[in-house]
């Protein structure tokens, strides 16, 4: 997800894939058994909160989430989000960010293809593929910008991690620590994780009134609320604060709902306005 001057994974050099309070590999393993809900979701954004150096009026937008596949095929996702920044007086700024990538359900291959344009001009243009070794390290090259390989430590991939999300919540833990890679940026960025798990939900607390209430395939489903913090590990100034974090409602299927995007020195909600949870094809 990018907003002007920001591009981030929903985004260290050589950092280790740990998982607090439990084994990494025993949620790794039980990560292997989420099976995450094929759907389309549209969300609508707006101003939650502008603070800093930054004024801001009003902030409209929304986010097109098409997430399609399955452990066997692969998980697909066709994202976009137009977001326009008002400053008052007149003054507006439009950004648009477009991706497309594919992670294999083993996690070893992600491919990635993504354009950042603002006022409807090219800020940036990736397209690459992630390779993971036998050792865990992983191994990206590059098309554009330019054509370039580069070497990662291990990494978590986007449809892994929130596997990875749902397997600790459901073994009740609160705190996960991992590096993540999106090809978000220059396609090599990677970020230091830290999510946050809430206590569970039950389906009868808290009733959503947004798409969420009206969709079957969510009726009687657990879902916890999330916050995943992203860190730039490239710096090392002591403590540091996150670049980028969402919160999120996530059911036991990975479908999101009450998203709340904070980019630091100012935050936006996303309502999910519409859902369509899709028929997921058997394994062969």
């Not at 396609?187 to 209430?213: C, F, H, M, N, W």
Request: charged share 25%; proline share 4%.
């Amino acid at each position: 997800m990018t907003l002007f001057d920001k591009s981030f994974p929903v985004g260290l050099a050589t950092a280790a894939l740990v998982l607090g309070l439990a084994g990494g590999r025993a949620v790794a393993d039980t990560a292997a058994d989420v099976a995450l809900a094929p759907h389309r979701a549209i969300y609508d954004l707006k101003l939650a909160e502008a603070r800093g150096k930054r004024s801001l009026e009003a902030v409209r937008g929304r986010i097109v989430y098409d997430f399609s596949g399955s452990a066997c095929e692969g998980y697909a996702l066709q994202f976009r989000q137009v977001t326009e920044l008002d400053s008052g007086e007149g003054k507006a700024a439009v950004s648009d960010l477009r991706s497309i990538t594919w992670e294999d359900g083993a996690a070893k291959t992600f491919r990635f293809n993504s354009q950042n344009y603002i006022d409807s001009r090219l800020i940036d243009s990736v397209d690459g593929i992630a390779e993971r070794r036998p050792d865990g390290g992983v191994g990206v090259t590059l098309t554009k910008p330019q054509e370039k390989k580069a070497e990662l430590g291990p990494v978590a991939y986007p449809s892994d991690h929130m596997r990875r999300i749902i397997a600790a919540a459901r073994a009740g833990q609160t705190l996960i620590e991992l590096a993540v890679f999106d090809g978000s940026e220059t396609g090599e960025k990677i970020y230091q994780s830290l999510t946050v798990i809430g206590r569970k939900i039950a389906p009868d607390e808290r009733k959503p009134t947004d798409a969420a209430a009206n969709a079957p395939a969510l009726a009687g489903m657990a879902r916890w609320p999330v916050t995943i913090s992203y860190f730039d590990n490239s710096k090392h100034d002591g403590e540091q604060t996150p670049v980028y974090s969402i919160s999120f409602e996530a059911y036991d299927n990975g479908i999101a709902r009450a998203l709340v995007l904070d980019y630091g020195d100012f935050a936006v909600t996303g309502e999910m306005t519409s859902l369509e949870v899709k028929e997921a094809k058997a394994c062969q």
